[in-house]
T-cell receptor, first 113, second 114 residues
Framework: SQTIHQWPATLVQPVGSPLSLECTVE??????LYWYRQAAGRGLQLLFY??????ISSEVPQNLSASRPQDRQFILSSKKLLLSDSGFYLC????????????FGPGTRLTVL | AQSVTQLDSQVPVFEEAPVELRCNYS??????LFWYVQYPNQGLQLLLK??????LVKGINGFEAEFNKSQTSFHLRKPSVHISDTAEYFC????????????FGTGTRLLVSP
């Protein structure tokens, strides 16, 4: 069966520090991968998605970037965190095809102080 | 582009009472519709989905939703809620062709009290 992992689970970082959040998927190959952010009191906002290694699409211009160095690995990064980057970050995957359910990871709670 | 409106940010209800969580969407093309549930500090879990066919869809944990194309709605219902149903519920939409990106509503917090 497929499993999606995210780490760390929680993170507290000072403003201006770098960020690296990791997401890995097991039990599938060539998944579509997604990064979402959930800010307090708001819905989920799609940040990035990827259909293959090295292929990244950005949905919202911002202080973050994403990379996909391996088929089942998706990384969210920042060179300098802002207070507004605080939130709950969720990674998700789907298979390829006409329709595939999105499966979500457990999330990372990021607090920027 | 698609958009989703969840009209209620919070819905308080007593245990064993029925509940309806409202969702309206906007789209110029045909869509798929979803309801997800999120328990505190966890990821999202799919409750149910509408892809095509019967407009009444049944999901996990006794939830069901009805797709109403003329009213562009996809309301979630449960005839009798439990304390354990306390969670955040998200409605989402994606177009039904091409690469699927989910657009989420802002969520409805269901608070079930004894």
């Amino acid at each position: 069966s497929q499993t999606i992992h995210q780490w760390p689970a929680t993170l507290v970082q000072p403003v201006g520090s770098p960020l690296s959040l990791e997401c890995t998927v097991e039990g599938t190959s060539n998944p579509n991968l997604y990064w979402y952010r959930q800010a307090a009191g708001r819905g989920l906002q799609l940040l990035f998605y990827s259909v293959g290694i090295g292929q990244i699409s950005s949905e919202v211009p911002q202080n973050l970037s994403a990379s996909r160095p391996q088929d089942r690995q998706f990384i969210l990064s920042s060179k300098k965190l802002l207070l507004s980057d605080s939130g709950f970050y969720l990674c998700a995957w789907t298979g390829t095809g006409p329709y595939n359910e999105q499966f979500f990871g457990p999330g990372t709670r990021l607090t920027v102080l | 582009a698609q958009s989703v409106t969840q009209l209620d940010s919070q819905v308080p209800v007593f245990e064993e009472a029925p509940v309806e969580l409202r969702c309206n969407y906007s789209s110029s093309v045909s869509v798929y519709l979803f309801w997800y549930v999120q328990y505190p500090n966890q990821g999202l879990q799919l409750l149910l989905k509408y892809l095509s066919g019967s407009t009444l869809v049944k999901g996990i944990n006794g939830f069901e939703a009805e797709f109403n194309k003329s009213q562009t709605s996809f309301h979630l219902r449960k005839p009798s809620v439990h304390i354990s149903d306390t969670a955040e519920y998200f409605c989402a939409v994606s177009k039904n062709t091409g690469f699927q990106k989910l657009v989420f509503g802002t969520g409805t917090r269901l608070l079930v009290s004894p």
